[in-house]
């Protein structure tokens, strides 16, 4: 079956600052291929960290091209990831009795890299999870939606991007106001939707796509070796403040892994998952020290060096 007859989906997982390993993957296939993201999916996806990069992969330039390659989206981790998340003298202190991080430092970035593009504006339908934080459902933002009623749906793209990666303890939850007024409060969609692509592949299905013309490509940003284990003899005695923070860690691996099983078996050889093997970098989803950087950064190359055939073999579905 070729490319033509597939509807071809990208799903980006969310992680922080670990969105540097799906950057520099999603750089090789631009290298391979000479063409954007956004021309080689139909639609992407995208939770937390995921979410900014497919917003970035689909900003519309002034030109109409996409304004940024996912090279540019390598050199926002390298770069700015230390304005996202500035490290401050006891700050995991801090993070026990309110966010660890201001919005503030997101913000300036999000605004900076989206200006004023909105939802509607994107060259390549999104699927962006969040958490609606007052009315307790989750919260779909697709660029599909905005067009059909800007009035109720449509947001600013640095507002999309803040609310998918409003991670509760580290930054503060985030409003969204439509062009109509309506007015949302969201956290990070990774609480559910960390690994967002059996959610589009929901979305491509209610469109009438069927099973067997629908191709997923995913990107992890951890390994799954680097899961920290929680043993026995401490969950014995944790309370509210002990199961804090496990509780964010296996909402965000959990579900990430359910969804690669069901993807798999769904899918067969139409899922591609590129799973980083290799526990070289923090686990953490704030660590912007320089040899942390340095080691994502190696994460990444190795997961491109050891998933070398499965990679060619995505591009040349997707371009064939």
């Known amino acids: 079956m070729t490319s033509q007859m597939l509807k071809r989906v990208l799903s980006i997982d969310g992680g922080g600052i670990r969105g540097l390993v799906p950057a520099l993957v999603l750089a090789e296939i631009e290298r391979q291929t000479a063409r954007p993201i956004s021309s080689l999916f139909d639609l992407i996806a995208g939770t937390s960290t995921g979410g900014i990069l497919a917003l970035g992969l689909t900003c519309p330039g002034d030109d109409g091209r996409p304004k940024y390659a996912a090279t540019d989206l390598v050199d926002l981790y390298k770069n700015d990831g230390h304005r996202i998340f500035p490290q401050q003298f006891l700050g995991n202190v801090k993070q026990l009795f309110g966010p660890k991080y201001s919005a503030r430092g997101i913000e300036t970035i999000l605004r900076r890299y989206f200006g004023q593009t909105r939802l509607h504006d994107v060259i390549t339908d999104v699927f962006v999870p969040a958490y609606e934080f007052e009315v307790r459902d989750p ?3 697709r660029s599909s ?4 009623a800007p009035e109720t749906f449509d947001y600013p793209l640095w507002a999309v991007a803040r609310a998918t990666s409003a ?3 580290y930054f503060p939850p985030a409003e969204v106001t439509a062009q109509g007024g309506k007015r ?3 956290v990070d969609g990774g609480l559910y ?6 959610w589009a592949l929901a979305d491509v299905l209610a469109e009438g796509v069927r099973l067997e013309h629908i191709l997923v490509a ?5 390994s799954n070796e680097s899961k920290r284990p929680f ?3 401490d969950a014995k005695g944790w309370g509210l403040l002990g199961w804090a923070r496990p509780v964010i860690d296996i909402a965000l691996t959990g579900g990430s892994d359910a969804t690669e099983f069901a993807l798999a078996a769904l899918l067969g050889e139409r899922n591609f998952r590129f799973l980083p093997t290799t526990p070289v970098a923090n686990e953490s989803l704030d660590d912007v020290d320089q040899p942390n950087i340095d080691r994502l950064v190696e994460q990444g190359q190795r997961l491109i060096e050891t998933e070398g055939e499965a990679i060619a073999n995505l591009c040349a579905a997707l371009t064939s």
């Open 167 to 169: 991670a509760p303890t």
């Open 145 to 148: 939606r905005a067009k059909a």
């Open 139 to 141: 919260f779909f933002f």
């Open 231 to 233: 043993p026995l003899q």
């Open 184 to 186: 949302w409060v969201n």
């Open 193 to 198: 939707a960390n690994n967002p692509s059996i």
């Open 218 to 222: 995913s990107l992890a940003t951890a």
